[in-house]
């Protein structure tokens, strides 16, 4: 429906944007359902870069050796051995999964729907709604987690939580792991790039390899955990529908649109009593046909969240 249709992008800037902020906290002072739909933009603003200093930090020897831009190429690339690729995405999966985000974007966002009746849809796989306090019973992450594995093939529909052996690839590494859950190295060392070979994670099913639990191909591994949360999303939006709900788009671009901003503009026209909000820095948008119904803040995330909690 929505896949063609002519859309109005915001282009004000953040420091014009008052009356849409203030927009924002009315609406969802009078909301009676939240809507949470979140996007990579969200992790973004609280403080997940996958480039820069945080990827020389962990990944220098790495950066060195085959010269990556960003966490991201790193983790399609064909390394020769099992142990090396595990080296990498051990250290990928502990600082994107296991460690607290370094700004407090979804603290500030609890904050302002915990005595809301909400639900969050996501597409981040970083488990950082959890990580804050949201209750899990209220989480569907549609594309997967970091912190499971499945099998390669796959031979059957489950999944494997993956905490302790990445914990165990990177103090292999030569990491140490501080009380605040932070990666470092002791002064003047350098990381092993590779992994114990008896480290390498298999199937405990079939013996083949493992991979991550991501949606990147028809592979990907929809285990009962999953199938619960989908069901859990569907009952919400089945209650909430005629009710006044607030749809909060933050930081979805249009990777996969159907996922959450295509979904939620087609709910909020259904809706006569709904509101559409997209908070997206450089692509906040909505369709005309519910323009008059739509909030749409070209900013940063956390600095929005902030600014309408004090209003």
Request: hydrophobic share 35%; aromatic share 14%; proline share 4%.
């Amino acid at each position: 429906m929505f896949s063609r249709t002519a859309t109005m992008k915001y282009t004000k800037s953040f420091s014009d944007s008052g009356d849409e902020i203030k927009r924002l906290a009315d609406e969802l002072d009078r909301a009676e359902a939240v809507v949470i739909g979140a996007g990579s933009g969200l992790s973004t603003s609280a403080g997940f870069t996958y480039t820069g200093e945080r990827l020389r930090r962990y990944f220098g020897d790495f950066i060195d050796k085959y010269g990556f831009r960003d966490m991201y190429s790193g983790g399609f690339y064909p390394f020769k051995t099992p142990e090396e690729h595990w080296a990498y995405w051990s250290r990928y999966i502990y600082i994107n999964r296991y460690t607290a985000a370094p700004k407090p974007v979804y603290d500030d966002l609890l904050k302002m729907v915990q005595d809301k009746d909400y639900f969050v849809l996501t597409t981040n796989v970083d488990h950082q709604f959890q990580k804050a306090g949201f209750d899990k019973e209220r989480l569907f992450y549609t594309q997967g987690d970091y912190g499971l594995w499945q099998c390669s093939v796959p031979c059957c529909d489950r999944t494997y939580d993956n905490e302790d052996t990445v914990r165990k690839m990177v103090k292999a590494q030569g990491f140490d792991i501080e009380e605040n859950g932070s990666l470092y190295l002791k002064a003047g060392t350098k990381p092993r790039a590779e992994i114990p070979s008896e480290l390498v994670p298999l199937c405990p099913v079939c013996g083949r390899p493992v991979t991550m639990n991501l949606r990147v191909d028809s592979t990907f591994v929809e285990d009962e955990g999953w199938r619960r949360a989908a069901r859990r999303y569907e009952e919400f939006i089945g209650r909430v529908k005629g009710r006044r709900t607030l749809y909060l788009e933050l930081g979805a671009g249009m990777n996969t649109p159907g996922i959450v901003k295509f979904s939620f503009w087609r709910m909020t026209a259904a809706n006569p009593q709904a509101v559409y909000v997209c908070i997206n820095y450089g692509e906040a948008r909505a369709p005309r046909e519910i323009a008059d119904r739509s909030i749409c803040i070209n900013g940063d995330i956390g600095e929005v969240l902030k600014c309408a909690q004090y209003i």
